[in-house]
């Protein structure tokens, strides 16, 4: 059984920063690509980035390029997301995700499995 489990969210100032880390467990060999998704009150679930399993690219949303850097532990089975400048609009339940060969980490409704998410709160 595949298990996401998100941790590293919390409440800070404008400006600051927030690491999130996702360990996976379970079947994890067959993962396509491995992800970040968010979704704030009231707003549709949306990619942030995303990396491939087998290549390493990356892969990012245009609000979070240059503040945002996604990477993988593969010995810790780990997927991070290291988050900068943060501002009040990055403010969401943030979701690790992961999808299988033939899945998609570009939109929401291409991934196979998803955690239970990181709420992660920026104050101006």
């Known amino acids: 059984q595949v298990q996401l489990v998100e941790s590293g969210g919390g409440s800070v100032q404008a400006g600051g920063s927030l690491r999130l880390s996702c360990a996976a467990s379970?079947?994890?060999?067959?993962?396509?690509?491995m992800g970040w998704f968010r979704q704030a009150p009231g707003k549709e679930r949306e990619r942030v980035a995303h990396i491939s399993i087998g290549s390493s690219r990356t892969y990012y949303a245009d609000s979070v390029k240059g503040r945002f850097t996604i990477s993988q532990d593969n010995a810790k089975n780990t997927l991070y997301l290291q988050m900068s400048s943060l501002t009040p609009e990055d403010t969401a339940m943030y979701y690790c995700?992961?999808?299988?060969?033939?899945?998609?980490?570009?939109?929401?409704?291409?991934?196979?499995?998803w955690g239970k998410g990181t709420l992660v709160s920026i104050s101006s």
């Open positions: 995700a992961a999808a299988r060969s033939g899945g998609s980490c570009q939109r929401s409704d291409g991934v196979n499995y």
């Open positions: 379970g079947y994890t060999n067959g993962y396509y690509c």
